[in-house]
């Protein structure tokens, strides 16, 4: 039986925190976002970008599995950046908090409450690591505006962030052939990796360096 835990009015609408379950779900504006059910995408997402030691950006903070897996890996500091005031709320002291083992009160995490695009757009710091879990993809966005950071001037954006060496990083709910192409002419050295998922088609990752 499905229980709705929270709702609030976010920055992008209705926003739905919901227990099915073990497994939590977020819901905004009646499309579904995330879930606690696997995670091994969003893992998969910063493991294989990151080094030991490597300076990370995590584009949306979800249910904390991206932000736990950098962690893990050794990151030396990580700069996380979510707009919805409730999602970083229900991972700080609600029930999301044990699905990352309370990650957000590692010392090598800052949170910054922000639009992605907007903060993008202004900060002058430079990364090893860009990983982008925004939306469902670059092709399925719920944010109006989230779209401007898959096409050829936000891409040109991301890798001015990135230090020499950096790695792209990029999460989406399925395939999406028109931006791997934006990709691939933007970056020399692009990899695309399917992710198997319990239901639908696979969650897609790409890799882009150079």
Do not use: K, Q
């Amino acid at each position: 039986m499905v229980e709705v835990v929270e709702t609030v009015r976010g920055r992008g609408g209705e926003l739905v925190l919901r227990r099915d379950g073990e497994a939590f779900e977020v819901i905004e504006n009646g499309v579904f976002l995330m879930d606690t059910r696997n995670g091994e995408s969003e893992r998969l997402l910063v493991t294989e970008a990151l080094s030991a030691g490597a300076t990370v950006l995590i584009g949306g903070l979800g249910v904390g599995f991206s932000l736990r897996a950098a962690l893990d890996a050794g990151a030396a500091s990580v700069v996380v950046v979510e707009r919805e005031p409730a999602v970083i709320s229900w991972n700080r002291h609600g029930p999301l908090r044990t699905v990352h083992a309370d990650a957000l009160a590692d010392p090598r995490v800052r949170v910054v409450e922000a639009d992605l695009v907007s903060w993008l757009a202004e900060t002058s710091e430079r990364f090893d690591a860009l990983c982008l879990d925004i939306d469902n993809g670059p092709e399925w966005t719920v944010t109006e505006g989230n779209a401007s950071l898959y096409s050829d001037a936000g891409l040109a954006r991301l890798a001015d962030l990135l230090n020499p060496g950096g790695v792209l990083a990029v999460w989406s709910a399925g395939a999406a052939p028109a931006f791997a192409a934006r990709l691939r002419a933007r970056f020399a050295d692009v990899r695309e990796v399917p992710v198997e998922v319990p239901r639908g088609e696979p969650d897609v990752l790409w890799f882009a360096r150079g």
